[in-house]
């Protein structure tokens, strides 16, 4: 094993050692938040994959290029996903049975009581 190697693998141990214990101390509440902001930082991983993966030569620097670029991909996705879930949680649900009013803007109009407008 070269030294290059095993230089990169210490770094990508610390790396992993180091992301895990950040996010350990997240609170719930903010992780959906950090989460939907992360997506640019996986892309960039992406990216660092694919540029290892065009400069390797071996078979050791294909594998990790390989994972890296399937976990980057992952949360790339999953972080959309989760942004999706989180944003559906302040639709508002339309009256059982009827479809919301809608203004000349597109927009939901104002809810109507007792047959004024509040």
Do not use: C
Not at 16 to 39: C, D, Q, R, Y
Not at 56 to 72: D, E, P
């Amino acid at each position: 094993m070269s030294q290059a190697l095993l230089t990169d693998l210490v770094i990508f141990v610390l790396s992993l050692w180091v992301g895990f214990e950040v996010i350990s101390k997240v609170p719930a509440t903010l992780h959906t938040p950090l989460m939907s902001a992360a997506n640019s930082i996986h892309g960039i991983v992406l990216v660092g994959a694919m540029l290892i993966a065009a400069a390797t030569n071996s078979w050791v620097g294909y594998l990790i290029a390989f994972f890296a670029a399937l976990f980057a991909t992952a949360n790339v996705v999953g972080g959309y996903v989760v942004t999706g879930r989180m944003l559906k949680m302040f639709h508002r649900r339309p009256a059982a049975g009827a479809a919301p009013p809608v203004d000349g803007a597109g927009k939901a109009a104002a809810a109507v009581t007792d047959g004024q407008r509040s």
